[in-house]
């Protein structure tokens, strides 16, 4: 049973605009939400976090966008940048544990 | 930042030995280490907590006999698949907090075993 879903496997952008990178849980247990940019053969790389108490979260050309009612988050680049293509995960935690559970990722190509 | 680093990077085994994969935090101390493995184009599962100076903490499927966890200092902890099988071919990572609660965590760049 997959808790934490990204349904888009993959997505391609145009340099310069935005990419958005969507996350759905069933979890309702789930407090803190994470965001992992990772490249082949390497270790994810934290991105931006949000905690439940919050609706948004923004840090340079990232933000993160969590609906509780709908179990969804979403992140956004803004602008896209031909550096940024990679495999993105969304990660979950459920209150006290830290332990991530993560989606199973999307792979962004942002074309030049 | 925060530094993990692991090793070997990359090991190729036969079948029914065992092998040791080590995970470090290089410029911090973490009494907690946490374990994941990866199969090609899925997600990220974690097998393990790792606590120092003590048992580590399954997660449920993992057997706690074949992948064994010793956390020996604040700055090691190590994996060792026994009797390893093609089937545990797969990429391993770890990662470790630097701070608590251990809400942002800090990878290792992932040992790739293959197991002929």
């Known amino acids: 049973d997959q808790q934490v879903k990204q349904n888009s496997p993959s997505l391609s952008v145009q340099e310069g605009r935005i990419s958005i990178l969507n996350c759905d849980y069933t979890n309702s247990m789930f407090d803190y939400f994470l965001w992992y940019k990772k490249y082949p053969a390497e270790g994810p790389t934290f991105l931006i976090s949000i905690s439940s108490i919050k609706d948004k979260n923004e840090d340079g050309r990232f933000t993160v966008f969590l609906n509780k009612s709908a179990k969804h988050l979403s992140l956004h680049i803004v602008p896209s940048q031909p550096g940024d293509s990679a495999v993105y995960f969304c990660?979950?935690?459920?209150?006290?544990?830290?332990?991530?559970?993560f989606g199973t990722g999307t792979r962004l190509k942002v074309l030049a | 930042g925060a530094v993990v680093s692991q090793h070997p990077s990359w090991v190729i085994c036969k079948s029914g030995t065992s092998v040791k994969i080590e995970c470090r935090s290089l410029?911090?101390?973490?009494?907690?280490m946490f374990w994941y493995r990866q199969f090609p184009k899925q997600s990220l599962m974690l097998m393990a907590t790792?606590?120092?100076?003590?048992?580590?903490?399954?997660e449920q499927g993992v057997e706690k006999d074949k992948f064994l966890i010793n956390h020996a200092s604040l700055t090691l902890s190590t994996l060792t698949v026994t009797s390893a099988h093609p089937e545990d071919s797969s990429f391993y990572i770890c990662?470790?907090?630097?701070?608590?609660?251990?809400?942002?965590?800090?990878f290792g760049p992932g040992t790739r075993l293959t197991v002929t």
């Open positions: 790792s606590n120092e100076g003590s048992k580590a903490t399954y």
């Open positions: 410029d911090f101390q973490a009494t907690t």
């Open positions: 990660a979950a935690s459920e209150g006290g544990t830290y332990k991530y559970i």
């Open positions: 990662s470790a907090p630097d701070k608590w609660p251990p809400y942002e965590q800090y």
